[in-house]
Protein backbone atom coordinates (compact mmCIF):
# COMPACT_ATOMS: atom_id res chain seq x y z
CA UNK A 1 0.00 0.00 0.00
CA UNK A 2 1.39 3.61 -1.01
CA UNK A 3 1.91 5.83 2.02
CA UNK A 4 -0.32 8.12 0.91
CA UNK A 5 -2.96 5.34 1.06
CA UNK A 6 -1.73 4.79 4.43
CA UNK A 7 -2.27 8.90 5.71
CA UNK A 8 -5.55 8.72 4.00
CA UNK A 9 -6.74 5.93 5.99
CA UNK A 10 -5.36 7.26 9.47
CA UNK A 11 -7.13 10.52 8.33
CA UNK A 12 -10.56 9.09 8.08
CA UNK A 13 -9.80 7.08 10.84
CA UNK A 14 -9.85 10.51 12.99
CA UNK A 15 -12.47 11.95 11.31
CA UNK A 16 -15.02 13.29 14.16
CA UNK A 17 -18.51 12.85 14.13
CA UNK A 18 -19.70 16.44 13.10
CA UNK A 19 -17.28 15.49 10.11
CA UNK A 20 -18.93 12.41 9.19
CA UNK A 21 -20.63 13.11 6.02
CA UNK A 22 -17.34 13.25 4.26
CA UNK A 23 -16.74 9.88 4.89
CA UNK A 24 -20.45 9.21 4.17
CA UNK A 25 -18.83 10.70 0.59
CA UNK A 26 -16.36 8.70 -0.03
CA UNK A 27 -17.92 5.56 1.28
CA UNK A 28 -20.58 5.96 -1.03
CA UNK A 29 -18.30 6.87 -4.48
CA UNK A 30 -16.32 3.56 -3.37
CA UNK A 31 -19.82 1.44 -3.59
CA UNK A 32 -21.12 3.63 -6.69
CA UNK A 33 -17.35 2.69 -8.42
CA UNK A 34 -18.06 -0.95 -8.14
CA UNK A 35 -21.45 -1.04 -9.51
CA UNK A 36 -21.74 -2.55 -13.35
CA UNK A 37 -23.18 0.30 -16.03
CA UNK A 38 -26.84 -1.04 -15.85
CA UNK A 39 -28.94 -3.54 -14.17
CA UNK A 40 -28.92 -6.89 -16.23
CA UNK A 41 -25.73 -6.72 -18.34
CA UNK A 42 -25.44 -9.84 -20.31
CA UNK A 43 -28.19 -11.58 -19.47
CA UNK A 44 -29.76 -13.17 -22.15
CA UNK A 45 -33.11 -12.71 -22.86
CA UNK A 46 -34.44 -16.02 -23.79
CA UNK A 47 -35.29 -17.94 -20.57
CA UNK A 48 -34.20 -21.72 -21.03
CA UNK A 49 -31.83 -23.85 -20.08
CA UNK A 50 -29.82 -24.77 -22.80
CA UNK A 51 -28.68 -28.80 -23.83
CA UNK A 52 -24.96 -27.65 -22.99
CA UNK A 53 -25.68 -26.24 -19.63
CA UNK A 54 -28.53 -29.42 -18.41
CA UNK A 55 -25.80 -32.00 -19.82
CA UNK A 56 -22.74 -30.44 -17.70
CA UNK A 57 -24.68 -30.15 -14.42
CA UNK A 58 -26.13 -34.02 -15.42
CA UNK A 59 -21.93 -35.07 -16.14
CA UNK A 60 -21.40 -33.57 -13.10
CA UNK A 61 -23.97 -35.51 -10.66
CA UNK A 62 -22.37 -38.64 -12.85
CA UNK A 63 -19.06 -38.22 -11.87
CA UNK A 64 -19.94 -37.92 -8.30
CA UNK A 65 -22.95 -39.90 -8.11
CA UNK A 66 -25.81 -38.01 -7.14
CA UNK A 67 -28.96 -39.02 -8.16
CA UNK A 68 -31.84 -36.85 -7.01
CA UNK A 69 -35.56 -38.27 -6.21
CA UNK A 70 -38.94 -36.55 -5.92
CA UNK A 71 -40.32 -36.65 -2.18
CA UNK A 72 -43.31 -36.68 -0.80
CA UNK A 73 -43.68 -32.59 -1.09
CA UNK A 74 -43.19 -32.87 -4.43
CA UNK A 75 -39.54 -31.35 -4.04
CA UNK A 76 -36.57 -32.47 -6.06
CA UNK A 77 -34.09 -34.01 -3.16
CA UNK A 78 -30.20 -34.91 -4.31
CA UNK A 79 -28.85 -37.79 -2.65
CA UNK A 80 -24.65 -38.16 -2.02
CA UNK A 81 -24.90 -34.66 -2.39
CA UNK A 82 -22.69 -33.62 0.64
CA UNK A 83 -19.18 -32.60 -1.13
CA UNK A 84 -17.08 -29.70 -1.79
CA UNK A 85 -17.18 -26.19 -0.01
CA UNK A 86 -19.96 -23.56 1.45
CA UNK A 87 -18.30 -20.08 1.86
CA UNK A 88 -19.85 -17.93 4.47
CA UNK A 89 -19.04 -14.43 4.37
CA UNK A 90 -18.57 -13.56 8.00
CA UNK A 91 -21.71 -12.27 9.53
CA UNK A 92 -23.83 -13.25 7.05
CA UNK A 93 -24.13 -17.00 8.84
CA UNK A 94 -26.89 -16.13 11.35
CA UNK A 95 -29.11 -15.30 9.26
CA UNK A 96 -32.20 -17.52 9.26
CA UNK A 97 -32.66 -18.45 5.56
CA UNK A 98 -28.88 -18.60 4.84
CA UNK A 99 -28.79 -20.78 8.01
CA UNK A 100 -31.53 -23.49 6.89
CA UNK A 101 -29.66 -23.87 3.51
CA UNK A 102 -26.07 -25.10 5.73
CA UNK A 103 -28.20 -27.32 7.99
CA UNK A 104 -29.01 -28.96 5.24
CA UNK A 105 -25.02 -30.08 5.03
CA UNK A 106 -24.91 -30.17 1.12
CA UNK A 107 -21.29 -29.92 1.77
CA UNK A 108 -17.85 -31.13 3.03
CA UNK A 109 -16.39 -28.25 5.08
CA UNK A 110 -18.12 -24.94 5.17
CA UNK A 111 -15.32 -22.24 6.09
CA UNK A 112 -15.93 -17.95 6.96
CA UNK A 113 -14.41 -15.24 5.15
CA UNK A 114 -14.46 -11.82 5.54
CA UNK A 115 -12.15 -10.04 2.32
CA UNK A 116 -10.60 -11.18 -0.98
CA UNK A 117 -7.78 -12.60 0.52
CA UNK A 118 -9.38 -14.78 3.02
CA UNK A 119 -11.70 -15.50 0.48
CA UNK A 120 -8.90 -17.10 -1.66
CA UNK A 121 -7.42 -18.54 1.33
CA UNK A 122 -10.28 -20.62 2.18
CA UNK A 123 -9.84 -22.20 -1.26
CA UNK A 124 -6.45 -23.22 -1.04
CA UNK A 125 -7.24 -24.48 2.73
CA UNK A 126 -10.06 -26.94 0.72
CA UNK A 127 -7.67 -27.44 -2.10
CA UNK A 128 -4.72 -28.73 1.02
CA UNK A 129 -7.19 -31.15 2.35
CA UNK A 130 -9.11 -32.59 -0.41
CA UNK A 131 -7.26 -32.01 -3.65
CA UNK A 132 -9.77 -30.26 -5.72
CA UNK A 133 -12.80 -28.13 -5.52
CA UNK A 134 -15.53 -30.05 -7.09
CA UNK A 135 -18.64 -27.64 -5.86
CA UNK A 136 -18.83 -24.64 -3.97
CA UNK A 137 -22.29 -22.84 -2.02
CA UNK A 138 -21.66 -19.34 -1.77
CA UNK A 139 -24.04 -18.01 0.87
CA UNK A 140 -23.48 -14.40 1.37
CA UNK A 141 -25.76 -10.62 1.20
CA UNK A 142 -25.26 -9.34 -1.93
CA UNK A 143 -25.58 -5.34 -3.45
CA UNK A 144 -28.74 -3.30 -2.19
CA UNK A 145 -30.97 -2.70 -5.34
CA UNK A 146 -33.14 0.23 -4.34
CA UNK A 147 -32.15 3.51 -4.73
CA UNK A 148 -29.75 2.58 -7.45
CA UNK A 149 -29.08 1.23 -11.05
CA UNK A 150 -26.97 -1.79 -11.47
CA UNK A 151 -25.42 -5.01 -9.78
CA UNK A 152 -21.83 -5.34 -8.67
CA UNK A 153 -19.86 -7.78 -10.31
CA UNK A 154 -18.33 -9.22 -7.47
CA UNK A 155 -19.03 -10.68 -3.82
CA UNK A 156 -18.33 -7.79 -0.96
CA UNK A 157 -16.35 -8.38 2.05
CA UNK A 158 -17.49 -7.27 5.31
CA UNK A 159 -16.46 -4.09 5.24
CA UNK A 160 -19.21 -3.48 1.88
CA UNK A 161 -16.33 -3.19 -0.66
CA UNK A 162 -13.37 -5.50 0.51
CA UNK A 163 -14.81 -8.62 -1.35
CA UNK A 164 -13.99 -10.55 -4.53
CA UNK A 165 -14.55 -8.61 -7.60
CA UNK A 166 -15.03 -10.55 -11.83
CA UNK A 167 -11.96 -8.40 -12.83
CA UNK A 168 -9.65 -5.58 -11.60
CA UNK A 169 -11.13 -2.89 -13.82
CA UNK A 170 -14.36 -3.68 -11.44
CA UNK A 171 -12.74 -2.83 -8.21
CA UNK A 172 -13.14 -0.01 -5.95
CA UNK A 173 -11.26 2.97 -6.42
CA UNK A 174 -8.14 3.91 -3.62
CA UNK A 175 -9.04 2.59 0.30
CA UNK A 176 -11.63 0.31 -1.50
CA UNK A 177 -9.04 -1.90 -3.19
CA UNK A 178 -7.88 -2.29 0.46
CA UNK A 179 -8.63 -6.26 1.30
CA UNK A 180 -10.06 -6.62 -2.53
CA UNK A 181 -9.35 -9.34 -5.00
CA UNK A 182 -9.86 -10.28 -8.54
CA UNK A 183 -10.78 -13.45 -10.06
CA UNK A 184 -8.81 -12.86 -13.55
CA UNK A 185 -6.34 -11.73 -11.85
CA UNK A 186 -5.24 -13.16 -8.11
CA UNK A 187 -7.55 -16.09 -8.39
CA UNK A 188 -6.15 -17.25 -11.77
CA UNK A 189 -3.13 -16.44 -9.74
CA UNK A 190 -3.42 -19.14 -7.20
CA UNK A 191 -4.49 -21.42 -9.89
CA UNK A 192 -1.96 -21.09 -11.90
CA UNK A 193 0.51 -21.68 -8.95
CA UNK A 194 -1.23 -24.78 -7.73
CA UNK A 195 -2.59 -23.28 -4.42
CA UNK A 196 -5.99 -23.98 -5.66
CA UNK A 197 -7.48 -26.30 -8.03
CA UNK A 198 -11.05 -27.12 -8.96
CA UNK A 199 -11.42 -30.75 -10.33
CA UNK A 200 -12.55 -31.10 -13.85
CA UNK A 201 -16.16 -31.33 -13.41
CA UNK A 202 -17.11 -28.70 -10.98
CA UNK A 203 -20.24 -26.48 -10.22
CA UNK A 204 -20.23 -22.81 -8.17
CA UNK A 205 -23.29 -21.61 -6.81
CA UNK A 206 -23.76 -18.03 -5.22
CA UNK A 207 -26.96 -17.30 -3.16
CA UNK A 208 -26.44 -13.36 -3.24
CA UNK A 209 -28.44 -10.39 -4.34
CA UNK A 210 -28.14 -8.49 -7.53
CA UNK A 211 -24.43 -10.06 -8.73
CA UNK A 212 -23.54 -9.34 -12.57
CA UNK A 213 -23.81 -11.92 -14.86
CA UNK A 214 -20.08 -10.93 -15.42
CA UNK A 215 -18.71 -11.97 -12.40
CA UNK A 216 -20.52 -15.94 -13.19
CA UNK A 217 -18.91 -15.96 -16.54
CA UNK A 218 -15.04 -14.82 -15.50
CA UNK A 219 -15.36 -17.63 -12.68
CA UNK A 220 -16.08 -19.91 -15.30
CA UNK A 221 -13.18 -18.62 -17.33
CA UNK A 222 -10.73 -18.92 -14.68
CA UNK A 223 -12.01 -22.26 -12.96
CA UNK A 224 -13.49 -23.91 -15.20
CA UNK A 225 -16.48 -24.74 -13.83
CA UNK A 226 -19.86 -24.09 -14.34
CA UNK A 227 -21.11 -20.66 -12.16
CA UNK A 228 -24.37 -19.90 -11.32
CA UNK A 229 -26.05 -16.07 -9.45
CA UNK A 230 -28.86 -13.90 -8.81
CA UNK A 231 -28.98 -11.01 -10.96
CA UNK A 232 -31.88 -9.80 -9.16
CA UNK A 233 -32.77 -9.94 -5.50
CA UNK A 234 -32.49 -13.11 -4.14
CA UNK A 235 -34.81 -15.57 -1.52
CA UNK A 236 -35.77 -18.33 -1.09
CA UNK A 237 -38.38 -20.17 -3.00
CA UNK A 238 -40.89 -21.23 -0.12
CA UNK A 239 -41.50 -19.18 2.80
CA UNK A 240 -44.83 -19.47 3.62
CA UNK A 241 -45.77 -21.44 7.41
CA UNK A 242 -49.59 -21.15 6.91
CA UNK A 243 -49.98 -25.07 6.88
CA UNK A 244 -47.72 -27.62 7.88
CA UNK A 245 -47.00 -29.02 4.75
CA UNK A 246 -45.53 -25.66 3.29
CA UNK A 247 -43.35 -25.21 6.86
CA UNK A 248 -42.01 -28.36 5.68
CA UNK A 249 -41.20 -27.05 2.48
CA UNK A 250 -39.13 -23.80 3.58
CA UNK A 251 -37.19 -26.44 5.44
CA UNK A 252 -36.75 -29.46 3.31
CA UNK A 253 -36.78 -27.22 -0.18
CA UNK A 254 -33.95 -24.97 1.38
CA UNK A 255 -32.03 -25.47 -2.14
CA UNK A 256 -35.13 -23.80 -3.71
CA UNK A 257 -34.54 -20.40 -4.54
CA UNK A 258 -35.96 -17.44 -6.59
CA UNK A 259 -34.41 -14.57 -8.16
CA UNK A 260 -36.46 -11.25 -9.33
CA UNK A 261 -35.99 -7.44 -10.42
CA UNK A 262 -37.04 -5.97 -6.88
CA UNK A 263 -38.15 -2.42 -6.84
CA UNK A 264 -40.29 -0.85 -9.69
CA UNK A 265 -37.23 1.58 -10.24
CA UNK A 266 -34.59 -1.33 -10.92
CA UNK A 267 -36.95 -3.00 -13.52
CA UNK A 268 -37.14 0.23 -15.67
CA UNK A 269 -33.57 0.60 -16.08
CA UNK A 270 -31.44 1.22 -18.95
CA UNK A 271 -31.48 -2.07 -19.73
CA UNK A 272 -34.74 -2.50 -20.65
CA UNK A 273 -34.68 0.33 -23.06
CA UNK A 274 -31.26 -2.22 -24.61
CA UNK A 275 -33.46 -5.08 -24.90
CA UNK A 276 -32.55 -6.68 -21.88
CA UNK A 277 -36.45 -7.60 -20.99
CA UNK A 278 -36.35 -10.02 -18.72
CA UNK A 279 -34.17 -8.58 -15.60
CA UNK A 280 -33.31 -9.76 -12.30
CA UNK A 281 -32.99 -13.60 -12.73
CA UNK A 282 -30.79 -16.72 -12.64
CA UNK A 283 -27.94 -16.48 -14.64
CA UNK A 284 -25.68 -19.75 -15.24
CA UNK A 285 -22.61 -19.93 -17.00
CA UNK A 286 -20.78 -23.19 -18.80
CA UNK A 287 -17.24 -23.43 -19.89
CA UNK A 288 -16.28 -25.57 -22.56
CA UNK A 289 -13.13 -26.98 -22.37
CA UNK A 290 -10.96 -28.00 -25.03
CA UNK A 291 -9.37 -31.67 -25.02
CA UNK A 292 -6.13 -30.26 -23.23
CA UNK A 293 -8.52 -28.78 -20.38
CA UNK A 294 -8.21 -24.90 -21.83
CA UNK A 295 -11.62 -22.49 -22.12
CA UNK A 296 -12.65 -22.45 -25.59
CA UNK A 297 -15.86 -20.65 -24.73
CA UNK A 298 -18.38 -19.68 -21.93
CA UNK A 299 -21.92 -20.48 -23.19
CA UNK A 300 -24.11 -17.87 -21.06
CA UNK A 301 -28.44 -18.84 -19.61
CA UNK A 302 -30.92 -17.24 -18.05
CA UNK A 303 -32.39 -19.50 -16.20
CA UNK A 304 -35.71 -17.73 -14.83
CA UNK A 305 -36.68 -16.99 -11.64
CA UNK A 306 -36.09 -20.77 -10.24
CA UNK A 307 -32.86 -21.94 -9.33
CA UNK A 308 -32.58 -25.27 -7.64
CA UNK A 309 -29.44 -25.77 -6.27
CA UNK A 310 -27.12 -28.93 -5.73
Known sequence: MKIKSITLLALLIAIKPANASLLDFLTKRFLQDSFSAFHGEGLPKTVGESDLGKKYRENFMATNNIFSEI???????????????ALIKRGNGDEAAFKTVLDQGNYQKA?????????????????????????????????????REG??????????????????????????????RSLEKSLAKEIEKGNIKFCNSCIAQFYACN??????????????????????????WFQSFETREETQSVFKGAHYWKSDAGVWAESNTMARKKGYDALGTWFRSTPIKSNDGSIIEVVSENLGNQYISL
Open 71 to 85: DELGIEQFINNDIGL
Open 111 to 147: IEWKNGPQFLKVLEEYTEEYGCIPKIISLSHGWVSEG
Open 211 to 236: IGAKFASSFSKVTGCQAVVATGQNSP
Open 151 to 180: EGNGLTGDKGVNGIFASADDLPRSLGRIGT
